[in-house]
């Protein structure tokens, strides 16, 4: 039987969408808040992307939570289109998914970015990890 | 010798950062007025909380996965908001108590009224989040919340009638003229003291920063299970020398100094400044936890970079958050308003949001994905459901007995 | 088309009544893609935490709660049911699919 990341079953809601998404160094950038799928030629559906950011998770919340969720987005400057990471870029999937350097870099948070340009990066000591 | 140094820091960091001003006040109220009757309690809730850490302990060794992270997988995003925003209002609540708290010390301490080191508090437990490296907070803290051991030593010098309080401690029932209710509400307060879900929050996050691996487990199962039992007798000394010292008098406590006073009576103003200085780095300490349990629960719920490993730069949203959450326990505190109330109230929360933190965590602790050949055998899960089956009665009867019984008047 | 599209849509059996929901999406390897093999479909939302995946999973009590809220789960393999409109339609009877435990043992 064929297999995907090592796996002949994959439930995409139980072993892939919610898991945190990770760098190779293991540093977060996401959630897989949802997947995009495509219909291919011969009729089936693929899993083409991880999606990731507030916009994808705002169809899976119940409606009470949609204006909290896009009052938080607003604050840090959003909210943002959500951010698409090919399947392809998938390095490894187990508790996280892990993905490519590259694909990390172009999938990076605009609302962390924009925080750390205006107020944190600001602050002294921002570089240094206290480790 | 180095290893054995280490893993002794790390019981010791877990007796005194087990230790918060919910447990602080919770059991010497509790003491002075029910005397050593509700320690089954503490000892239910202690259990609890070493079940409950030990399971995310081994769970982050393994996975690398801490509890905030395991809630969003296992029950998906809506029924995680809900937890979101239950535990993160109540966590926010449990830091304003903690500001409180060692302001109130300060104020003990100076006699100058405690507003006015509100805000200097802020700061100062801003920058240690901002700069201070993880394990030199934790166990600094931990070790000098340690003093509190002077209550167990007060009560030790005072050489109370210990028949009596053996008695006390065994009875299972409220002393004659007390009613049911009440002590069924501060049962649920010192249960919810001893099992706080920035507990688990901060020590499975702090075992991410740390970096655990599984080679580290049966360290950190020591830790647990010496640590926070042992932290548990320091809340349980807390208790024993209220009801020595304050029961007979009739006193009901309503403030700090009420809380200090056995100690000052075995050993004058040495005893008062060393249970003052253990009651401040616990309150210090367990600022810290929640502020950063704050950020820690909002970055894993999103997936966003946190913790200290992280420079600030690259966890901007997490350093955003706490600093946040500190101004608003500032803010809060500032006003005024009485900070033994405040832990109080959180306690009660608290109550509400366990059940949704530990359910996750007792299906990932089962997860051969999460935990490899370490799922749980059949100890932990008989004693997980049971404890989990506690937590969901303290819940659902938490609110009805704030109302009842007026907040335990 | 998005996978939240999916989980949670409402499942008419053939006669056009609503029989149940789409509760996951199960997928599988094909040359390296991941595809669709068929869905997984419930008479309500609730989730299985991964107990589908492995008979053994404790603790006891909470297997045994899972499967029992999931005695009517099923699995229904591509082809037998078509989408339309966030709607899926069986093409055969709610009955006769497999449920989802015989596809364990």
């Known amino acids: 039987m064929s297999t995907w990341q090592g796996r002949e079953i994959v439930d995409l809601l139980t072993d892939i969408i919610d898991r945190e998404i990770v760098d190779p160094e293991g540093v977060p950038l996401g959630r897989v808040d949802d997947l995009e799928l495509r219909s291919r030629d011969d009729g089936r559906t693929e899993v083409v992307a991880l999606l990731t950011g507030t916009v994808a998770l705002e169809p899976r919340l119940p409606r009470w939570a949609l204006t909290l969720i896009r009052a938080s987005a607003r604050l840090t400057g959003g909210p943002d289109d959500p951010r698409r990471i090919p399947i392809e870029a998938i390095t490894k999937v187990d508790t996280v998914v892990s993905i490519t350097a590259a694909a990390a870099a172009a999938a990076a948070s605009p609302s962390e970015e924009r925080l750390k340009r205006k107020i944190i990066g600001r602050i002294p000591g921002a570089d240094h990890a206290s480790e | 010798m180095r290893k054995l140094l280490i893993f002794t820091l790390g019981v010791f960091s877990a007796i005194g950062g087990f230790v918060d001003i919910g447990d602080i006040v919770s059991n010497a109220t509790v003491g002075a007025r029910y005397g050593l009757a509700l320690v089954w309690a503490v000892v239910v809730g202690v259990i609890g909380i070493c079940v409950f850490a030990e399971m995310s302990g081994r769970v982050v060794a393994v996975s690398g996965s801490p509890v905030y992270s395991l809630i969003r997988d296992k029950v998906g995003p809506g029924a995680a908001l809900v937890n979101l925003i239950a535990s993160f209002a109540v966590t926010l609540l449990t830091l304003t108590a903690q500001i409180g708290g060692i302001a109130l010390v300060i104020q003990i301490a100076t006699t100058i009224p405690h507003v006015v080191y509100v805000a200097p508090i802020g700061i100062a437990l801003w920058l240690i989040v901002w700069r201070v490296k993880f394990d030199s907070m934790e166990r600094a803290f931990g070790l000098a919340g340690l003093t509190i051991a002077v209550f167990a030593v007060a009560l030790w010098w005072l050489d109370p009638d210990w028949g009596d309080l053996g008695r006390q401690a065994v009875s299972l029932s409220p002393p004659p003229g007390e009613a049911v209710p009440t002590y069924l509400f501060y049962a649920v307060v010192l249960f919810a003291a001893a099992m706080t879900p920035y507990e688990v929050f901060f020590f499975s996050s702090g075992g991410v920063e740390e970096g655990w691996k599984p080679s580290d487990m049966s360290t950190q199962r020591i830790n647990v299970f010496l640590g926070f039992p042992l932290g548990g007798l320091l809340s349980i000394a807390i208790a024993a020398a209220a009801a020595v010292v304050l029961l007979p008098r009739g006193v009901d406590v309503k403030t700090l100094d009420q809380v200090v006073e056995p100690a000052a009576l075995a050993f004058g103003t040495a005893g008062l400044a060393v249970a003052l200085f253990g009651f401040f780095a616990a309150t210090v300490g367990a600022a810290l936890e929640c502020g950063l349990s704050c950020g820690y629960a909002l970055a894993q719920y999103f997936g966003w970079p946190w913790g200290k490993r992280v420079a600030p730069a690259r966890g901007a949203r997490f350093h955003a958050t706490v600093a946040l959450c500190l101004l608003v326990g500032v803010l809060i505190v500032q006003t005024g308003i009485d900070p033994i109330m405040v832990t109080e109230v959180s306690l009660v929360f608290s109550a509400v949001a366990l059940p949704l933190t530990y359910l996750p965590v007792l299906i990932a602790a089962n997860d051969p994905d999460y935990v490899g050949e370490h799922v749980n055998g059949r100890l932990s899960n008989g004693l997980g459901l049971a404890v989990l089956a506690v937590v969901f009665i303290a819940a659902i009867a938490a609110i009805p007995l704030m109302i009842l019984t007026r907040m335990g008047a | ?105």
Do not use: K, N
């Not at chain 3, 409402?10 to 199960?26: A, F, M, Q």
């Not at chain 3, 599988?28 to 299985?48: A, C, F, N, P, S």
């Not at chain 3, 699995?75 to 055969?92: H, K």
């Open chain 3, 1 to 105: 088309m998005r996978a939240s599209e999916l989980i949670g849509a409402p499942v008419l059996d053939t006669d056009g009544t609503r029989c149940s929901y789409v509760i996951d999406l199960r997928a599988g390897g094909d040359d390296g893609d991941l595809v669709v093999d068929g869905l997984v479909i419930g008479r309500h939302h609730w989730r299985m935490f991964g107990y589908e995946h492995r008979e053994e999973e404790g603790p006891a009590l909470m297997r045994r709660i899972i499967e029992m809220l999931h005695r009517h789960t099923r699995y229904v393999p591509w082809g037998d049911f078509e989408i339309d409109d966030r709607a899926v339609r069986l093409r055969r009877d709610w009955d006769d699919l497999p449920p989802l435990r015989s596809l364990r043992e």
